[in-house]
């Protein structure tokens, strides 16, 4: 920690001596200095995910945190949970790098991804994880947000919004290399092919290694969108993606004792980042379709109509090793010298269709001089069936020594399984803007979720907040949320999950004393039902919890000083109290980041722009029937050099830049899970 706090303190001291000259978001040719802007302030043309409107952040009720592609570059963000880690209140990549998924945790509970507005992932191990690179921006809400989305979590969700297409020809192409042989080359290309037509094209190759050996994590993908304005009051646009994985999984699920504790059988230390699988056979291959769309038709200043929908076909072949460390979690060896432990082999098949649409009528009205009002009357329909086949074998193997040709493969089921998932939703929401200064949120929805086996829910959720300026940029809040997620799948014995359920009382404040700062500081109380938990009788298996409570206070801030100086700021703190719950995995109570770039002139042509991270994860700890176990605190240093000459960028990305050792996770079921060492990256793109 010590090394951090001098880093963050020698950066803080020294830069604000540095002239600077700003760099333009790649996503915006038409706008080319509005990555700070919408970062700190939002836009009044853009819909966000906390009130699916064009509202800006300081006249919502609740924490929205806006992370610009410009942002996520340039702290060297890998996979999606990357872009998030410097998020108040986020844990992000919660169980380590992970080629297989990405995870996040808000307040203290995992969180649900979606993709422009609607869901994008649904069961485990059955589509690939999505790439950076296709967007423009990601959004954090925190809190519950189900009255707008559905099958919303209760901490709060991540929405990805896609790049689409401007009426301004321009792009970009380069090619990357960094660590594990890392080498990609990506193209972002817009073509305005008239003043109401344009079309887009994003993609990228991987060929890389991994950090792990036999982990591959090879991608290529392609995203086309075309966008048509046949009148100035009607927008079309369609998008597609196709995304080919070849990987593995860097999670290997390594035992606690040898890795976080000591072997008391065998004083040799396991490899962190030990492969354990059969080389050629484990894998996390995928392929990825989508399609799907939007229509935005203004009918008058007062009235609008927005369609959406999409459509997802995805495959993953996941064949992989891991060690039972399960059976016995506090002692899994199984001989007396502390060498052999038990290997089961998993193989399996996993096909996910999923269609989604999300359709709203926005209607302006005044119902007095000084009250307008923003209706948003809305009907969603989500259908998702996964198909499933796959078969286990188990075997003894000495941990220290593997004979990888030996290994065994199980022979995969010949029929698959089926889960599919119905949900109608209506909601209706109004955002009421009280003398120009107060504004209130209320909202209410209902939704019915049907599943293959016959099981009916339903639920209704409500909304109510309020915020308003009282002077000098201050903004006081408070909001009431509902939540209901309904889960799939079935508890250890075999009775289907019940919906998870929730409810969030928050306060706060927000402060916006110019367009170039915003604070936030928030508190909250969470309840909480029927949250899967580890199975006391079955570690791999899971109950639900009774109640389970999270209280909380946030903080973060960001704020662009003259010379192109940026600094944001983060603090979340969340205690999380079970009163029905023996067991759980709780995560880390304390989170803090720091980050800050800026950039100064280098003659009329070119420009440098240096950036430094520090983001601190605090311990963690898991209460399981055998033990209870803690996985210590990390501080973590990203960094960034980038020159900017003519068209030109030349950068390199540093994350972990001190190659700190440290465990993301160390579960009392039995196992621990990595965190990614150093890596850096070098680019060279042009822009044109």
Not at 115 to 120: E, I, K, W
Not at 150 to 166: H, Y
Not at 328 to 344: K, Q
Request: glycine share 8%; aromatic share 12%.
């Amino acid at each position: 920690m010590k090394k951090a706090i001098v880093l963050t303190g020698t950066m803080l001291v020294l830069w604000p001596q540095v002239a600077a000259a700003s760099e333009a978001p790649v996503d915006a040719p038409v706008e080319a200095d509005s990555s700070d802007t919408i970062l700190v302030t939002a836009s009044r043309t853009e819909e966000f995910a906390g009130t699916k409107t064009e509202t800006p952040l300081i006249e919502t009720p609740q924490p929205i945190t806006i992370i610009t592609e410009d942002v996520f570059r340039a702290q060297g963000a890998i996979n999606i949970s990357d872009t998030v880690r410097y998020a108040a209140g986020i844990t992000a990549n919660p169980y380590g790098r992970d080629t297989r998924v990405d995870g996040f945790v808000i307040r203290g509970i995992n969180a649900l991804q979606f993709r422009d507005g609607m869901r994008d992932i649904f069961s485990y191990y059955a589509s690939i994880t999505a790439d950076p690179y296709n967007f423009s921006r990601v959004e954090v809400v925190r809190g519950p947000a189900s009255v707008l989305f559905g099958q919303g979590s209760i901490g709060g969700l991540v929405n990805l919004v896609s790049k689409t297409p401007v009426f301004e020809t321009g792009g970009e192409a380069g090619i990357t290399y960094g660590s594990y042989d890392r080498i990609e080359a990506f193209a972002d290309v817009n073509a305005a092919l008239s003043d109401k037509f344009a079309v887009r094209m994003v993609g990228r190759v991987r060929n890389a290694d991994t950090y792990v050996d036999h982990v591959p994590d090879d991608r290529v993908f392609f995203a086309p969108s075309v966008r048509w304005q046949p009148t100035e009051d009607t927008d079309i646009t369609l998008l597609g993606v196709y995304q080919e994985d070849d990987g593995g999984s860097t999670s290997q699920f390594l035992p606690i004792i040898g890795t976080l504790r000591d072997n008391p059988d065998n004083p040799e230390q396991l490899d962190r980042f030990l492969f354990v699988g059969k080389p050629g056979w484990d894998r996390y291959d995928g392929r990825l379709l989508q399609g799907g769309g939007s229509i935005s038709h203004r009918f008058s200043d007062a009235v609008q109509l927005n369609l959406k929908a999409r459509y997802i076909d995805s495959d993953v072949t996941y064949f992989t090793h891991y060690t039972d460390s399960y059976t016995s979690p506090t002692n899994p060896y199984l001989d007396p010298t502390g060498r052999l432990i038990g290997l089961y082999s998993d193989g399996s098949y996993a096909n996910l269709n999923v269609f989604t649409t999300d359709n709203n009528l926005q209607l302006k009205f005044n119902t007095g001089d000084q009250i307008e009002h923003l209706l948003l009357a809305g009907v969603d329909y989500s259908w998702n069936e996964v198909r499933k086949r796959g078969g286990f074998d188990y075997e003894v193997v000495d941990l220290y020594d593997i004979d990888r040709d030996a290994l065994t493969i199980p022979t995969l089921d010949q029929y698959s399984t089926r889960e599919s998932q119905k949900q109608l939703g209506f909601y209706l929401q109004d955002q009421i803007r009280l003398w120009d200064r107060v504004s209130v949120v209320l909202g209410v929805r209902r939704d019915r979720v049907d599943t293959a086996g016959g099981e009916v829910d339903k639920a209704t959720t409500f909304r109510a907040g309020i915020i308003g300026e009282i002077g000098a940029g201050v903004s006081p809040f408070f909001s009431y949320t509902e939540s209901f997620q309904p889960i799939a799948g079935a508890t250890s014995d075999g009775s289907p999950f019940k919906p998870q359920r929730g409810v969030q009382y928050e306060a706060g404040v927000k402060w916006q004393p110019d367009l170039n700062t915003l604070v936030t500081v928030t508190g909250f109380h969470i309840k909480e039902s029927n949250r899967p938990v580890a199975d006391p009788a079955n570690p791999l298996g899971q109950i639900q919890s009774g109640e389970l409570t999270t209280k909380g206070v946030e903080f973060e801030a960001t704020r662009t000083l003259p010379d192109n100086f940026d600094v944001s700021v983060s603090y979340g703190y969340n205690k999380l109290v079970a009163k029905d719950a023996d067991y759980f995995d709780y995560l880390p109570r304390h989170t803090a980041s720091i980050w800050s770039t800026k950039t100064f002139e280098m003659g009329d042509e070119a420009s440098l722009r240096l950036g430094a991270g520090v983001h601190y994860t605090g311990k963690r700890t898991s209460i399981g029937p055998a033990w209870t176990n803690v996985t210590g605190d990390n501080t973590l240093v990203d960094a960034l050099a980038e020159v900017l000459w003519r068209d030109w960028r030349f950068s390199i990305n540093a994350t972990n830049l001190f190659n700190d050792k440290f465990y993301a996770s160390c579960l009392a079921r039995g196992d621990c899970f990595m965190g990614a060492p150093r890596n850096v990256m070098g680019t060279v793109a042009y822009r044109f």
